[in-house]
């Protein structure tokens, strides 16, 4: 096979060489097969790792990555997944490089679909699944995490950042608290401290593989800043994947060099006169109210109880 255009999962418009990427790393959710439908986001994969930031390189994965505290952590949750056997790797004789060693060659070996994780050891229940991945614009993927950090969550004045910051510091306060009262071996309030917070929430149930390796670099020592903003940042992306009714998924359009924009304009046309539209019906309905006020943006709720 030669090279080939990826697909955005944002905008469905082809990614072509040397286009700014974001590659993300999917692993198969242990919602699959549950039922027909589709309800959340991550129904049918959950992302494994952080956000990676790189050119595309014509051939399914990204060059020039970023080696930043995203890069570090996802890293890190595939080697020590690999260490528990939550995964399984298995390179053919043709293909190289035979282990993960550093970043380029983890997204080199997740792309080709060498890793595989095993439902005996994980979370996820049903049949085994090899590690999946998309990709996104860089442009695209920065526009829509800018716009959602321009809201303000329900009921505050604060962002869904800040709101994600307060639960960081809750949560660190509640392990500190309870590692004081039982020594570092001792039982930990993961569970009930998640259903509290909901970024801590995202990154310790299925909604996320790994999670609990990225939560456990939270709690330890000083806060790794840049860590927390990737965190973050993915947690506020994956709200705004709601709202856009798509859901983690890898998708199609590989083997192909096909750069058809021309449907993608004509669905963008439709799309900006439905907003007009549905912006004047309200308006029309509601006219005492703020004339700036924009009911086609969602509301945010930030799920602290």
């Known amino acids: 096979m030669g090279c080939w255009n990826e697909t955005c999962l944002l905008t469905n418009m082809p990614i072509c060489h040397g286009d700014p990427s974001v590659f993300m790393i999917l692993a198969q959710s242990m919602y699959r097969g549950a039922d027909h439908h589709i309800y959340n986001v991550h129904d049918v994969y959950v992302p494994a790792g952080l956000p990676l930031f790189g050119i595309y390189d014509d051939y399914g994965t990204i060059e020039e990555v970023e080696k930043n505290a995203a890069a570090e952590a996802t890293l890190g949750v595939f080697k020590e997944a690999l260490k528990t056997k939550h995964l399984k790797l298995a390179v053919p004789d043709h293909d190289k490089p035979k282990r993960i060693t550093g970043?380029?060659?983890?997204?080199?070996?997740?792309?080709?679909?060498?890793?595989?994780?095993?439902?005996?050891?994980?979370?996820?229940?049903?049949?085994?699944?090899?590690?999946?991945?998309?990709?996104?614009?860089?442009?695209?993927?920065?526009?829509?995490?800018?716009?959602?950090?321009?809201?303000?969550?329900?009921?505050?004045?604060?962002?869904?950042?800040?709101?994600?910051?307060?639960?960081?510091?809750d949560y660190r306060k509640e392990i500190a608290k309870q590692i004081?009262?039982?020594?570092?071996?001792?039982?930990?309030?993961?569970?009930?401290?998640?259903?509290?917070?909901?970024?801590?929430?995202?990154?310790?149930?299925?909604?996320?593989?790994?999670?609990?390796?990225?939560?456990?670099?939270?709690?330890?020592?000083?806060?790794?800043?840049?860590?927390?903003?990737?965190?973050?940042e993915l947690y506020v992306f994956s709200a705004a994947l709601g709202y856009l009714r798509k859901f983690w998924s890898p998708q199609c359009g590989c083997g192909s060099q096909c750069r058809e924009t021309k449907l993608h304009d004509i669905l963008a046309q439709f799309t900006r006169a439905q907003w007009q539209k549905d912006l004047k019906e309200y308006h029309e309905e509601n006219i005492e109210e703020d004339p700036n006020f924009d009911p086609t943006a969602e509301t945010i709720f930030s799920y602290r109880r």
Not at 202 to 230: I, N, P, S, W
């Open 180 to 232: 004081k009262l039982h020594g570092e071996d001792g039982p930990l309030l993961h569970l009930s401290l998640s259903d509290n917070l909901g970024f801590i929430r995202f990154f310790r149930t299925g909604d996320f593989f790994g999670g609990m390796y990225l939560l456990d670099q939270l709690r330890e020592g000083a806060l790794k800043k840049d860590l927390v903003d990737a965190m973050i």
């Open 103 to 169: 970043i380029d060659s983890l997204i080199h070996i997740s792309e080709r679909g060498y890793l595989e994780q095993d439902a005996k050891e994980s979370f996820v229940r049903g049949p085994n699944g090899a590690i999946g991945y998309v990709h996104m614009h860089r442009e695209a993927y920065d526009t829509v995490i800018k716009e959602m950090l321009s809201r303000k969550t329900y009921n505050t004045s604060r962002n869904l950042k800040a709101e994600a910051l307060l639960d960081v510091k």
